[in-house]
């Protein structure tokens, strides 16, 4: 069923971003040759940080209200990735003792304000060549894996009688290369994130194959580079078994490596689109994770520490991303394969109460997988909005042989007559709205 509701609704352009650069494969080059060119061609792009969250960082440092209170600091650096692995990279040039390497939440506490004021003394400019504005859908969910992740292994880890920081600062950097390469080669990205999805390769596998270096590798080198705490680098090396498969020996103890792959296994929880065994696995790995770290409800413990980061990537890339610790449980084997991954790939449904999920549930439930569905379309227009709280409205359906959206069914007392059909190629509100990733609206 291809439909499309219109509201009274704002249009948010997406501009791509230029043409990415190709790794020129030549046969026979030494592995340590190839990882520095990679590495030199992703750090001269970079990773973009969010303006908002640098100028804020700013203006309390402006304020003086970092001076008492370097923790405040620390997490407003939390909340972006990007500007996080700036401030790790340019620590280096400012910390005098580095006998124990570069640990960003030791140093930031220990920095001299005159110092502080040095580091954040530039714009998001000088920073990358790309831009949070242009965020793709991969990349989004790329930092979204990377906030969770990291704030899953800090709140596991004191639990586990681990270094909260340390923790933190592992789990992230795990995460450098994966968002360096999405941001700098974001079509090899979106086409191994493609493969994992269809269940085909392994991310960080299919990665490796396409660029001839692991993600991970990248991440090792660099913070080899930025002169990183050794107890972080320590843990910037490819998996062996799985995480879920160490849940096998529950005396085991557990190790911040182990700690780390078991709260990237937890991130992908929240993209069963991409990931969807990682559900599965994750319920094998959680009574371990109970045990070892005495964590009940991960999901719940981290929720306001991941907020302000989430909805700081959402505000920059005008794109909702999945929360699915907010998804009531429903019985998928009701629905066909159609409506089933139509369902887990709705990224606004998390985001809505489960009066509402409920209803669309019941919405996909009625699909069918060869037709349109007359018995959806009813169960859409007259529970489904009805819940949402829309009094007035049309539904389109998309004839692909004309190439036309036609009103199929008017919610509300206004004619279906006054709705006129649209061909796909004119520019206007409902037909761009196809392509848009967030609701578009339009004020009068």
């Not at 909260?164 to 992230?172: G, K």
């Not at 993600?215 to 998996?239: C, F, H, Y």
């Not at 996909?364 to 997988?369: Q, S």
Request: aromatic content about 6%; overall charge negative.
């Amino acid at each position: 069923m291809n439909a499309i509701i219109v509201w009274e609704i704002a249009v948010f352009r997406y501009q791509p971003p230029t043409p990415e650069r190709r790794i020129k494969t030549i046969h026979g080059r030494p592995i340590e040759r190839k990882l520095g060119s990679a590495v030199n061609h992703l750090e001269r792009g970079g990773l973009p940080v969010n303006p908002a969250v640098l100028s804020a960082v700013r203006r309390k440092l402006k304020n003086g209200d970092y001076n008492s209170n370097r923790e405040e600091l620390i997490k407003d650096l939390r909340n972006d990735p990007g500007l996080y692995f700036y401030s790790a990279k340019h620590l280096k040039g400012l910390v005098e003792n580095q006998e124990n390497g570069i640990q960003l939440e030791r140093e930031i506490k220990e920095l001299e304000p005159e110092k502080l004021n040095q580091l954040f003394s530039i714009s998001d400019r000088e920073i990358s060549t790309h831009r949070t504005r242009n965020m793709t859908k991969a990349q989004a969910l790329r930092l979204q894996h990377s906030v969770v992740s990291s704030n899953a292994a800090a709140s596991m880890a004191e639990g586990a009688q681990l270094d909260e920081d340390l923790a933190y600062s592992s789990a992230l950097f795990r995460q450098l290369g994966l968002n360096l390469i999405a941001w700098n080669y974001p079509d090899i990205y979106s086409r191994a994130l493609r493969t994992q999805k269809q269940g085909k390769a392994d991310l960080e596998q299919e990665l490796e194959r396409l660029l001839g270096v692991s993600p991970i590798r990248i991440a090792s080198k660099l913070a080899v580079e930025w002169n990183i705490d050794p107890e972080i680098r320590r843990n910037l090396e490819d998996s062996g078994e799985s995480a879920a498969a160490d849940a096998e020996e529950p005396d085991q103890v557990m190790s911040l490596l182990e700690l780390c792959q078991l709260a990237e296994l937890f991130a992908k929880t929240m993209d069963t689109e991409h990931f969807p065994e990682a559900e599965q696995s994750w319920s094998l790995a959680e009574p371990r994770v109970k045990e070892k770290c005495g964590v009940e409800d991960l999901k719940q413990q981290i929720e306001p520490k991941i907020k302000p980061a989430l909805e700081a990537i959402e505000r920059a890339s005008e794109r909702p991303l999945p929360r699915s610790e907010a998804m009531p449980r429903f019985d998928l084997s009701a629905l066909t394969q159609k409506s089933k991954i139509l369902f887990q790939s709705n990224s606004h449904l998390p985001r809505c109460p489960a009066s509402i999920q409920a209803k669309f549930f019941e919405v996909y439930r009625r699909i069918e997988e060869t037709k349109v569905s007359v018995e959806a379309l009813r169960e859409l227009v007259e529970r489904a909005i009805p819940e949402t709280g829309f009094v007035r409205g049309c539904l389109y359906l998309l004839n692909e042989e004309q190439l036309k959206l036609e009103p199929a069914l008017r919610v509300g007392e206004i004619p279906l007559t006054k709705y006129q059909p649209f061909k796909l190629f004119q520019n206007n509100l409902i037909t761009s709205s196809l392509d848009t990733p967030v609701p578009a609206k339009q004020d009068g």
